[in-house]
């Protein structure tokens, strides 16, 4: 494993550096300002379209998606610095650079698995960043943890499939701009317990389709994935050929499209960790209390000594994960997937946490971003499937390399 970067990993470092230091940093403040004299606050900052458009003159677009033919073609190890840089500032960069949740799976799905009207239709509008789109699997009447539950029913009917069912957390549904679902639901009850389920492409405007509400995290309007929504879908009719793959093709697409979302989440939130720890010393060099500044006492030199060690540990599992998934693919990377997905969670809320500290009375306001960023890597304990569920399949598989 040699992870120095290749001559164009640097060159695209460098050119994404420049980007956020010249035009993402200074816009964060701008950002804030139109969103809070928005009047629907699921909107999107106007000068979100001004970053756009300079990340695409400076070829800074699509950079997730291996794909040559419809991305940068960069492997996972070439992306994962790239991810790593707009993680300073998760609710601009990803979608500046046409990179964000959900977007990127959704793409990454109809990339794989999509029909060629499929991608005419919604992945050539998708990469050129003219809609956005909405993943919707997580259910509130179920534990969707285990995706086997899913009620969500999509019947066919002649030249139609009929779908049925309410989800929340549908990640990306609020945003204005979005113009396509990616639903998941039941196909076949009484198949084999991971055959039943399918996905099928609903247009938002589709007769029956109700976004009903918002979902607040931690009382934040989190804008920056799309918005996540509770949708109800109630006798909804769309053309057989929406279906994605093939019937009973939903769960094996779902762990498909789950791989990549992971790493590319923990790849972002080492450079939240990173922008953590940065504020962490600036503010204790700063800050005096009891006669000296706060970064002399003790225990604040501890959380930095090891808030370094622990960005350094996540870094290097996450690395060697990227690295499996280009060389034996993402099921021989399963293990290192489920582990980064524990632990680099866990890593930047305990960075941010230690930086709130650092900042006192200021780190739960609105005056520094630490609290917003605690709150989406809290999320992301829960996200793409929780702590526990993580924890269970890998002892499971550390269990039956021992067994008799």
Request: aromatic fraction near 6%; include cysteine; charged fraction near 25%.
């Amino acid at each position: 494993m040699d992870f120095a970067y290749d001559a164009t990993t640097e060159e695209l470092r460098g050119r994404l550096l420049r980007f956020m230091d010249e035009h993402v940093h200074p816009a964060e403040a701008v950002a804030h300002e139109q969103l809070a004299g928005a009047a629907d606050e699921w909107t999107r900052p106007p000068v979100l379209a001004e970053l756009k458009a300079e990340a695409r003159r400076q070829g800074l677009w699509n950079l997730f998606l291996p794909d040559a033919e419809h991305g940068a073609g960069l492997t996972n190890l070439q992306y994962a610095p790239l991810a790593e840089i707009t993680g300073r500032s998760p609710q601009l960069a990803p979608e500046a650079l046409n990179c964000a949740a959900p977007d990127t799976g959704n793409m990454e799905v109809l990339a794989m698995f999509g029909t060629e009207r499929q991608k005419q239709r919604w992945l050539r509008p998708l990469l050129e960043g003219e809609i956005r789109s909405a993943f919707c699997m997580t259910e509130p009447e179920v534990a969707s943890s285990d995706a086997t539950n899913i009620a969500t029913s999509i019947r066919r009917d002649g030249d139609s499939y009929v779908i049925n069912g309410r989800k929340w957390w549908s990640t990306g549904a609020m945003d204005p701009n979005c113009a396509v679902f990616i639903v998941m639901g039941k196909t076949d009850p009484d198949a084999d317990r991971h055959r039943q389920q399918s996905m099928v492409l609903v247009p938002r405007d589709t007769p029956g389709v109700t976004v009903r509400r918002g979902m607040r995290v931690f009382g934040y309007t989190d804008g920056s994935h799309g918005g996540h929504a509770e949708v109800v879908f109630d006798d909804v009719r769309v053309p057989a050929d929406n279906l994605v793959a093939g019937e009973g093709e939903g769960f094996a697409i779902a762990q498909a499209r789950l791989g990549p979302g992971r790493i590319h989440h923990c790849m972002r939130l080492i450079g939240t960790a990173e922008r953590a720890l940065e504020l962490m010393c600036r503010r204790a060099n700063e800050r005096v209390a009891f006669g000296r500044p706060i970064a002399h006492q003790g225990v604040v030199q501890e959380w930095i000594a090891e808030s370094r060690v622990r960005i350094e540990q996540a870094r290097l599992l996450v690395l060697k994960t990227a690295w499996l998934m280009d060389t034996v693919g993402n099921k021989g990377a399963h293990t290192e997937i489920q582990a980064i997905k524990i632990a680099t969670p866990l890593m930047a809320e305990w960075v941010l946490d230690k930086a709130i500290q650092v900042h006192g009375a200021g780190g739960v306001s609105q005056d520094f971003p630490l609290a917003q960023l605690w709150a989406s890597a809290r999320t992301l304990r829960l996200a793409d499937g929780p702590d526990e569920v993580h924890r269970m399949s890998l002892a499971k598989r550390e269990l039956k390399r021992h067994r008799a």
